[in-house]
């Protein structure tokens, strides 16, 4: 099946710094989402990219859907400790939602 | 409260002995679907409905049975479950497919000895 292949696997930063992740595929992708999962619960949407080439923001969080739509980055900015937790990229195509393996995020303060 | 809602919450059982996860929405969501998260795989969709009577299988099926006779409930079956079962398991629902907004339940943790 489709697969995602997202980066880093994990993260341990500094309060403060920013935060990049990123996922590919080797398939073409009509949406690209990114969801949080803190511990204990489910994943919670972030961001939701349609058009290949879109940023979008959210509070801190800016995301991107790649120009070759076989792409897309979130970024973090000025990290908090809130900001822990696992952060999942996916990719949507007609009937399916395929997720990433995971970033898994701690913050130091 | 908008909720989606999964029992049991744990669940230890022994290979072969038949179970069932129940999933609650009462968002009157027509989509809802089931995945398993294993470390290093991230989710991966077992199966999911597009409204009742209407399931199909996602990547993973193999083991696991799904029924929608009602819009709000979604039960996930495992007929003879085995150790390679054994994971934490998530339903999910949302207005249609296409809307985005997909709601988690809180989670499933299932071991099968």
């Known amino acids: 099946g489709q697969q995602l292949n997202q980066s880093p696997q994990s993260m341990f930063i500094q309060e403060g710094e920013d935060v990049s992740m990123n996922c590919t595929s080797s398939s073409i992708f009509n949406t690209w989402l990114w969801y949080k999962q803190d511990p204990g619960e489910g994943p919670v949407l972030l961001i939701a990219l349609y058009k290949a080439g879109e940023l979008t923001s959210n509070g801190r969080l800016t995301a991107q859907f790649g120009i070759t739509r076989k792409d897309s980055f979130l970024n973090i900015s000025a990290s908090i400790p809130s900001d822990v937790g696992i952060y999942f990229c996916a990719g949507q195509n007609g009937n399916k939602l395929v997720f990433g393996a995971g970033t898994i995020l701690r913050v130091k303060s | 409260e908008a909720q989606v809602t999964q029992n049991p919450r744990y669940l230890i059982t022994v290979t072969g002995k038949k179970l069932t996860v129940t999933c609650s929405q009462n968002?009157?969501?027509?989509?809802m679907s089931w995945y398993r998260q294993d470390p290093g795989l991230g989710l991966r969709q077992i199966y999911y409905?597009?409204?009742?009577?209407?399931?199909d299988k996602g990547d993973v099926p193999e083991g696991y049975k799904v029924s929608r006779k009602e819009k709000r409930n979604f039960p996930l079956i495992l007929e003879s479950p085995s150790p390679n079962q054994t994971s934490l398991y998530f339903c999910?629902?949302?207005?249609?497919?296409?809307?985005?907004?997909?709601?988690f339940g809180p989670g499933t943790r299932l071991t099968v000895l």
């Open positions: 999910a629902s949302s207005l249609q497919w296409g809307y985005n907004e997909q709601f």
């Open positions: 968002m009157n969501h027509e989509y």
């Open positions: 409905s597009m409204n009742v009577e209407v399931t």
